[in-house]
């Protein structure tokens, strides 16, 4: 049952390093060892006719790890001297991403099958957290189980993955078939293919660019009049971004952040997995409208079903001619929640660890090579040709509360139906409990997560705010990717936020202080039985005032609500 609720008997959660995460450990093997040439022969065999390029480092790993199911410590040498780049530089980047096992030559192996059971707050709302304790003590032969973040099926909670196989209303049962049998790769969803797109209408509005039928200051204006605002979580105008972007000397660039990994959020996976081409579109566009002669898809490693769609149906739009003006490479993540900040993302993608970039220079102005570059979420692009078909009026005009748009809200947690729920901007937690099914059978609407992980909790009595970019600031939350989760009279909130902050301690890329230590040093002191309220106020002020970039500033937002909000469950 319930692990992070009262009185459910069951102990608190452990402490969770995801295993693999490896950004604090120690190089399994000594300097100085001898290149052994059968190694190298296996990398350049996996390699092929690839171009030996520094920026594919991150690509080639995941050749290794998919083909040897770990790193072996000779093939990073091997790949080390193919590449032409230091030892060093290989190491550091393999070990920071969670989803590569780098193995020395005195370890084991990793087992065959990895089962990664996601202990983000609403799956260990539905039980993960027993799961987890479950499946490890049946010892299954050839299979590891590990704890993983958040894997964008929070409506369908506790989630799992077995290999690449994503498990929905995870149970052991299901996950020991699966893993048993070798079940590792995803099922394909069905989903809107190219040529039941174009027969209703799509890509009319691309083809109506490249020929010069629309300008890009009347598709600009339109995103702008329309009220489209980024959707990763900053909610930057995307209309005065695209403008920002052009004003830069060219040879310009664009970046698309699919890397979803804000506990609670899923629209992206939606919609890639229902309607990927409406999205392809999109980006088509602004790809023309910034001018960028290559697009870097970004898309993280947990949506495997994904990641085929897109290998399938990104030909087609070539084949059609629909790129002629661009160059789409599609570029997988391995695990890395702070790849989805954007200075991040584009480190990643040129082979790099995911740390986050000092601005400015803001990555409009020098991002990825060097080049301006304009980056925008997935669902950021979907909306572009259906607010250029239909208009910016209409679109502006389906907010409400003062809000424009229309906005997709992740809801996950206590009710009845969670899902993706598309409705009006401006739209309340309680219009979203409504919307689905009322509160889950033996739960009471005592508080909510408006923002995901990072944009703080508020109680059941302020369930009547719009849910808007600007508007919960205030309050000491923000709204972010959308990703509003439900609690409920049977949770506590002390473990609702350490389970947060235990995340946030995970997935701190470690670059700065206030935010590598500040996160562990919270964990510890909420850890406790009674919290220090002046030790705790004092570690989240440095962090919101002193951390690089927004995960070390937003990880105090879950703390500094239970005080504010929470006091009787501090008792
Ligand atoms: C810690 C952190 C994590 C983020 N994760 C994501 C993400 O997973 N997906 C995303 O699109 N944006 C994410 N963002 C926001 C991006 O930095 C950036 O604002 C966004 O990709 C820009 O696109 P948009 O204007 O279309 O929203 C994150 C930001 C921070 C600080
Ligand atoms: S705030 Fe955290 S995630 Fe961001 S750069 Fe600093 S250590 Fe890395
Ligand atoms: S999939 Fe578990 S919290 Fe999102």
Redesign the pocket.
């Known amino acids: 049952m319930n692990d992070i609720s009262k009185g459910d008997g069951a102990p608190p959660l452990r402490r969770s390093i995801h295993p693999g995460s490896g950004r604090r450990r120690a190089a399994p093997f000594p300097r100085g060892r001898v290149l052994r040439q059968e190694e190298v022969a296996a990398v350049k065999a996996l390699l092929g006719d690839l171009p030996r390029e520094r920026a594919l480092l991150i690509e080639y790993l995941h050749l290794i790890q998919d083909r040897e199911g770990c790193l072996p410590e000779g093939h990073l040498h091997a790949l080390s001297e193919e590449l032409r780049i230091p030892m060093a530089e290989v190491y550091e980047v393999a070990t920071f991403y969670a989803h590569f096992d780098v193995v020395g030559s005195q370890e084991e192996p990793p087992p065959k099958v990895t089962v990664r059971i ?1 202990d ?4 260990a709302l539905a039980g993960a957290e027993g799961l987890v304790r479950s499946l490890q003590d049946q010892h299954l032969p050839g299979v590891r189980v590990v704890r993983a973040p ?5 409506h369908r ?1 506790p ?1 799992a993955e077995v290999g690449h196989r994503p498990v929905d209303h995870a149970n052991a049962a299901k996950i020991r078939d699966l893993a048993l049998r070798g079940e590792v790769h995803p099922e394909i969803p069905t989903y809107e293919g190219f040529d039941s797109y174009v027969k209703a209408g799509g890509y009319s509005v691309l083809r109506a660019c490249l020929a010069g039928a629309r300008q890009v200051k009347d598709v600009v204006a339109a995103l702008s009049d329309g009220g489209l605002r980024g959707l990763g979580g900053a909610g930057f105008p995307t209309g005065r971004k695209w403008e920002l972007v052009r004003a830069e000397k060219a040879p310009r660039l664009m970046a698309v952040n699919g890397d979803e990994g804000e ?2 959020t899923f629209k992206d996976r939606v919609y890639l997995e229902r309607e990927p081409h409406k999205f392809l579109e999109g980006m088509a566009i602004a790809a023309w409208a910034v001018e960028a002669d290559a697009v870097f898809l970004y898309m993280r490693d947990e949506y495997p079903a994904v990641l085929r769609i897109l290998k399938a149906e990104l030909p087609r739009l070539e084949a059609a001619g629909l790129l002629a003006h661009t160059k789409v490479h599609v570029r997988r993540g391995a695990g890395a929640y702070i790849c989805g900040e954007e200075s991040a993302m584009i480190e990643s993608i040129e082979g790099k660890r995911g740390y986050p970039r000092h601005r400015p220079p803001y990555v409009a102005q020098v991002g990825l090579f060097g080049r301006p570059t304009l980056v925008n979420n997935v669902e950021t692009l979907y909306w572009v040709p259906s607010i250029l078909e239909k208009g910016a009026a209409w679109f502006a005009g389906q907010g409400k509360n003062g809000a424009k748009g229309l906005r997709s809200y992740s809801v996950s947690g206590r009710v009845k139906q969670p899902g993706m729920v598309l409705t009006a901007a401006g739209s309340t937690c309680r219009d979203l409990i409504d919307l689905c099914g009322g509160m889950a059978d033996g739960h009471h609407f005592k508080a909510y997560l408006p923002g995901g992980a990072s944009g703080g909790i508020l109680p059941a009595y302020m369930a009547d705010i719009p849910l808007d970019f600007g508007r919960l600031e205030k309050h000491g939350c923000f709204v972010g990717s959308h990703a509003v989760v439900i609690l409920s009279h049977k949770d506590d909130m002390k473990a609702v936020a350490l389970n947060l902050m235990r995340f946030f301690e995970d997935e701190s890329c470690g670059q700065c202080t206030p935010c590598r230590n500040g996160t562990e040093k919270a964990v510890a002191l909420m850890g406790a039985e009674r919290w220090n309220a002046e030790l705790l106020a004092d570690v989240s002020q440095v962090m919101a005032d002193a951390s690089i970039c927004g995960l070390g500033q937003a990880a105090p937002n879950p703390v500094k609500c239970v005080f504010k909000y929470f006091p009787e469950d501090l008792r």
């Open positions: 996601c983000s707050l609403s799956c958040c894997m964008g099926a929070c909670a989630a506990p609670g």
